[in-house]
């Protein structure tokens, strides 16, 4: 289950159910999967394709993702950008993207 995005300046978060995820591990896992799409053309390809703009989300630089224990069992997400557009668009890039990769 997601809850929608809340933004705040130069982040965007929300809300996904995960059955007892650490969020260390899942801020490590999700750093892996940042710094391989950093290089991956054909990640990027697919992204473009999902309705993504790679080279506007600006795939490089520092993991831009923040997780924390959600009341329930959730995780909140917070992505960070450089402004409330750029957080909002990481976040979807974390729906299209990484929620999938990280429930594997």
Known sequence: MLHGGDSMDD??????AADACDPGELA???????????LDDAAHATLRRDG?????????GPHP??????P??????IAQG????N???????FRVHFLRRLAA
Do not use: H, K, Y
């Open 52 to 60: 993504l703009d790679p080279p506007a989300l600006r795939l490089s």
């Open 87 to 93: 957080a909002e668009a990481r976040l979807d890039l």
């Open 11 to 16: 982040r965007a978060q929300m809300i996904f």
């Open 28 to 38: 490590r896992r999700s750093a892996e999967i940042w710094a391989e799409l950093m």
């Open 65 to 70: 993702f923040v997780f924390e224990a959600a």
């Open 72 to 77: 329930g069992e959730g995780v909140r997400v």
């Open 82 to 85: 450089r402004d409330g557009a």
